[in-house]
């Protein structure tokens, strides 16, 4: 009873801290106040039992944080789902397709299989000394396999490794980035994690002491930033990107920004940049990305510099270049400029996000405050092995000459080019529709159309106490079966409406998502047309 009065009252806390109003003069829109969220968790407990613990006593933090990707929309959307499968046909459609977050293999994708290979053999060890693995799985994956378990303390993928990771992957993740920007990298600089976010949360809690502590972020940006600067308890201090120029980053907006926060007192201590972007999918030409280099140097500001979608470019004039290689090229040493470039096994053409792998490489830093990081780092023991593996195998894929290279190369560019041809649909299909428009991704795996709503649509989300592109997802969803994230659980310009849709679902799959899409957007705007 006590679980079940618990997960109602989850339920309801979020649906009530989730339900939120318009707010012109912010780019997010604000929660509920917290007294209601209190009010239903009270509501939930009073047939059971007083806890310990209520909204009212936890950290605010945590209530100021909001995480709208796996918000209110997706966790009807779960609600739906079960329906669909206790009473088929209660719905106008016979299964949920997620478009809310960018996890291809839950959509289908199929892993790569060299990583795979060498995956399996680590994990089950004994199957090296076996005559008949040599028929089931690669040479190169093998080799790979003996290679990595020399390099593991015990052979064991079950034991902790160092707290920055095992030091023979950390070497070979720096001989991955120099091979991918021309320049140096140290082992020494590479903290391995729990996918990008865990470094993400590591280097907000050491930048932020109070709330007088801002951090530069886009606007839209991926919530996990604007989620980890609350619960730490700093400021975040947005800069808008322009959609009229395809989410272009203007340096004197970043200018702007800055001034005002000092203004009130903030002291800004880093500028994130999200390359390619995400929300939006654009991808920084590299003058562009000099600009932002200049701006951190003389500003004094650490570069937050995520970089998880490097491998996710669709269009032929535009090339990923990490800001660690433009800064190098410019001549700017460790001296120089404060950087932290974050990289995942979740995005890419890999798409491993339950595997949990990733890095973070830190330069710039001084040798105390290096301590410091290596510090908060050990508190968690070391991130699993499996990631550490995956993130080795990612930064150092097959090369020519390995028998596996062909294989991979087919699966990586067959990955690559269907999302391409995927981005290209869905972006023709929302600027058919009426009051629609959105422009090219160019990398990534999302688009971020623009929703200009009939003024009785707006006025029917007041109503209901919603902003109104969270009005739209849910009739959306719930016509459809299609889930979206609103965007202003991104943040965007006052007085305009987003959604983000992942270009994920397989391909066989985007013509039907596409003729229900305008099929239900046809109604609605037919529906609330003014």
């Known amino acids: ?80 789902q079960q329906e669909l499968q206790t009473k088929p046909g209660s719905h106008p459609f016979d299964e949920i397709l997620y478009c809310n977050i960018g996890n291809p293999q839950s959509l289908g994708q199929l892993p790569v299989t060299f990583f795979r290979e060498v995956l399996s053999l680590c994990d089950h060890p004994s199957l090296l000394d076996k005559s008949e693995t040599h028929a089931l799985f690669s040479s190169d994956a093998i080799a790979r396999a003996w290679q990595i378990m020399d390099m593991i303390p015990g052979r064991a993928t079950g034991a902790y490794s160092h707290s920055q990771g095992v030091k023979g992957l950390r070497d070979a993740i720096a001989e991955g980035i120099a091979v991918r920007d021309g320049f140096p990298a140290n082992a020494d600089d590479i903290f391995l994690t729990d996918g990008a976010s865990p470094a993400v949360h590591m280097m907000m809690q050491l930048l932020i002491s109070c709330e007088k502590d801002g951090i530069l972020c886009p606007i839209p940006q991926y919530p996990l930033y604007s989620a980890s600067i609350a619960l730490h308890g700093g ?96 001549g700017y040493g460790d001296e120089d400029l404060s950087l932290v470039s974050f990289q995942s096994v979740s995005k890419g053409y890999y798409g491993e996000c339950g595997k949990r792998g990733g890095y973070m490489e830190i330069t710039g830093f001084s040798p105390d405050v290096r301590d410091q990081i290596y510090k908060v780092a050990s508190v968690n023991l070391c991130s699993n092995i499996s990631g550490q593996i995956l993130a080795s195998l990612v930064m150092n894929p097959p090369k020519v000459g390995d028998e596996s290279y062909e294989s991979y190369m087919a699966e990586r560019d067959g990955i690559l080019s269907s999302l391409a041809r995927r981005a290209k649909a869905l972006e023709d299909a929302f600027n058919s529709l009426e009051g629609v428009t959105c422009n090219k991704a160019e990398g990534a ?64 799959k985007i013509p039907a998502i596409i003729s229900r899409l305008k099929a239900f957007h046809e109604a609605f705007m037919e529906e609330f047309r003014d």
């Not at 012109?24 to 509920?32: A, D, G, K």
């Not at 509501?43 to 009212?56: K, L, Q």
């Not at 654009?282 to 701006?295: G, H, I, K, M, T």
Request: hydrophobic residues 40%; glycine residues 6%; proline residues 7%.
């Open 1 to 80: 009873m006590r679980r079940f009065a618990a997960e109602k009252a989850k339920k309801l806390v979020s649906g009530a801290l989730l339900s939120s109003r318009s707010c012109p003069s912010s780019p997010f829109c604000s929660s509920s106040p917290a007294t209601a969220a209190a009010a239903a968790a009270t509501a939930a407990m009073a047939p059971t039992t007083s806890f310990p613990v209520s909204v009212e006593s936890i950290n605010p933090k945590v209530l100021k944080c909001e995480y709208a990707v796996r918000g209110e929309i997706v966790a009807h959307a779960q609600r739906l």
């Open 235 to 330: 400021s975040l201090v947005p800069y808008y990107l322009d959609e009229a120029t395809g989410w272009g980053l203007e340096t004197a907006e970043l200018k702007k920004q800055l001034e005002e926060a000092r203004s009130r007192g903030i002291t800004v201590r880093a500028l994130v940049v999200i390359n390619p972007g995400n929300p939006t999918g654009q991808v920084l030409a590299e003058e562009n990305q000099r600009e932002v280099v200049e701006f951190c140097k003389k500003e004094g500001l650490v570069l937050l510099a995520d970089e998880v979608y490097q491998e996710n470019i669709y269009v032929d004039n535009k090339k990923f270049s990490s800001f660690k290689k433009i800064a190098r090229s410019m």
């Open 445 to 508: 795996m999302y688009l971020f159309p623009c929703l200009c709503l009939p003024q009785k649509a707006i006025e029917a989300a007041k109503a209901v106490n919603t902003p109104p592109d969270a009005f739209y997802a849910r009739r959306l969803l719930e016509a459809t079966g299609i889930v979206v994230v609103p965007g202003s659980g991104f943040g965007q310009v006052p007085g305009t409406w987003h959604f983000r849709c992942t270009i994920l679902p397989q391909e066989d």
